[in-house]
């Protein structure tokens, strides 16, 4: 969308509307809403944080993968603890649900207060791509700072250490009608339809080609309220 917006210039207005929703499941969180330098990581070289952190790094992504280069000066990458804080501000109003999830046993606080204790979940240590997830509800305001606070530790010889922080944020009570009004206001109307990796991916294909959710419904009123729409189909295989 900003892409749009700094290729055709401020003599265009371009506005955006949801149209509908095809989540499977929650997205990782957007690293543009990331604070600053993004998370702050102190790793120490033993299983309970005891002492100095010996390795502090940054990293402006919610995606966390403890690989060998990430872990270059802890000297035993089966058994490790990392503390890791940061912040993200909300960019408007309504309820956001935030999503932890990794296969190492995880503490976690937000804005100081304490939501869940796996300290000692075994169910979650060694699952290659990632046990249950802890999930936390919040009712935000716009530019509203989150603070975050993991404390997460790893035992075990997979080569797969990792954890991921997602967010699930407001969406419309009725996108499809918010969208064809914008539409019905607008001089053209760009569509962006298709499908993500969460519906095809390597080893999991669709059933059908079907277009997935309300997408088929959202073209159908957006042509019958402006016919000078512009259909942009991308798919994920």
Known sequence: LEGIRTKIGEQVEVAYALGTSIRKGIHPLPNDWLTGD?????FFENYTLEGEPIQTKVSKHSEFEFSTNFLENVPDHTCFAVRITGSFTAPEDGPYKLSFSGNGQR????????????????????????GPSDQVDLNLARDE??????????????????????????????????????????????????????????GGDRPNLDLPGEQIKLLDKIIAVNPNTIVVLTTAA
Do not use: Y
């Open 38 to 42: 993004g998370f702050t990581f102190e």
């Open 107 to 130: 503490k976690i606080w937000i804005n100081g207060e304490q939501k869940s204790d796996g300290w000692t979940d075994e169910e979650v240590a060694m699952v290659p791509w990632g």
């Open 145 to 202: 700072e989150v603070q975050i606070h993991i404390d997460f530790r790893f035992k075990g010889d997979m080569p797969w250490r990792r954890m991921e922080v997602a967010c699930l944020p407001p969406e419309p009570a009725n996108p499809i009608a918010e969208a064809v009004a914008l539409a019905q206001e607008a001089d053209k109307v760009v569509l962006f339809l298709g499908t993500t990796a969460e519906w095809e991916f390597e």
